[in-house]
């Protein structure tokens, strides 16, 4: 019971602390649907898509290298990774950002996005994963009021740039630059809290791991990816298929589930650091404590998705401008899918303590390939609805296989002791 009542006060917290930034979607919400058009706010969408979905590739899955390394680390040689990680990052955000100007041409007919912002999104993935990476810093090193104050700084950022932006006229365009904005000065606060300084970077870092991170990082590519790729497949489909504007629809939908999103978040931030710790022990018993809080995280999960999803039903009409009401009836299918995905992200963190990094990435290419596949088969037809069930089929059938992988190699741990994944 202390278990869970220490992991209940962690999850609190992490869900207060990441509800500052999901507020911001929120409170922009009724501004945004109403000085910007449905095409308009599609562009919006499909900026944050595609800068999430390249976020693994700029970053190497950077964070999640340091959750998986930083019990392994001491001080130094966590100092050391986390700085030759963002010489990496920097360097390949400068040559994706090369390569997106020579051929904006060709990837806005491809990605349905303007030209002249194409390296926008590049560098706001950077951005993105800069900012995770010093939350996942602050999270390991259990500094949760920084954690907290990282979030407050950028949310509150947002607001400001974002409303002055769009105040003075610039539109999207103004959107778009208010985040990455907010980002930048965050990232910068940030890491000096953590006793990082520009200056620092400058540095050019030792060449001990610039093999285990990139090594490290291409494996790990497709577990990095798969949420931001679903997301991608998705909000592309829809504007290949359907328009600018479903893609809009589908943004504005999801905008419910993201709050759902961040209750279930905030559990596995606070769940992940005890699931490691736990079960790099021997003790007797400790695979039972580990059963019994994922069992009611399951539980939990299901009825805090279905309250949220009640509460948008009555909440959504007031917040949406009436150009984005026929939003609303898509709510429910893209909170299942965003319950699914849940569930299997955290089937995924079994996986990650053991460093079971290739049966992660097998499982995510699944979940990836059979969304695309049905997307396809079932977006022509079924529009918005028929995408946001091909996500909850394909995140639910990898979420089974993976529940399957997880419970054979615990019941073998429990059998042998052994220590290695499938």
Known sequence: ??????????????????????????????????????????????????????????????????????YDFDEGQLDRFVRTAFFIMTAVMVTGAGLAYVFRDFLAVMTQFPAVWMVSIVVAAFLFEAFYTALALHQFHGRRMM?????????????VFILAFLLAGWGWQGVILGRMASLALSVVISLGMLGYRPT????LPERSF??????????????????????????????????????????????????????????????????????????????????????LYFVTATLAAGAIYALSIWVAPVLLGEAFHEA??????????????GFFMHNMKFLHQEKAIVVMSVCSLLAIVM??????????????????????VSFGATFILSGILVLAHLAGSNNTGAKQVV
Request: glycine share 6%; aromatic share 14%.
């Open 1 to 70: 019971m202390k278990t869970k009542r220490t992991l209940a006060k962690q999850s609190l917290f992490y869900a207060v602390a990441n509800g500052v930034e999901a507020m911001v979607p929120f409170l922009l919400a009724p501004l945004l649907t109403r000085m910007l058009a449905p095409a308009e706010y599609g562009i919006w969408v499909l900026f944050v898509t595609y800068a999430t979905f390249l976020r693994p590739f700029i970053g190497l899955t950077v964070q999640d290298a340091i959750r998986m390394r930083f």
């Open 147 to 159: 954690f907290l104050y990282t979030q407050i700084i950028q949310a509150a950022l947002s607001l």
């Open 200 to 203: 620092g970077f400058l540095r």
């Open 210 to 295: 610039y093999r285990n991170i990139a090594g490290f990082g291409v494996l790990y590519v497709p577990s990095g990816m798969v949420i931001m790729a679903m997301a991608m497949i998705d909000k592309v489909a829809a504007a290949h298929f359907l328009g600018v504007a479903a893609s809009a629809l589908y943004g504005v939908a999801a905008l419910f589930a993201s709050a759902y999103w961040v209750v279930n978040n905030s559990f596995l931030l606070a769940w992940t650091p005890w699931l490691f710790r736990r079960l790099k022990t021997d003790e007797p018993g400790r695979l039972t404590e580990v059963l019994s809080v994922s069992g």
């Open 328 to 341: 609303i009836p898509l709510t429910k299918y893209i909170m299942l899918a965003i319950l699914l995905q």
């Open 371 to 392: 969304n695309l596949w049905l997307t396809i088969l079932w977006a022509p037809e079924g529009g918005v609805r028929g995408i946001m069930l091909a996500t909850a």
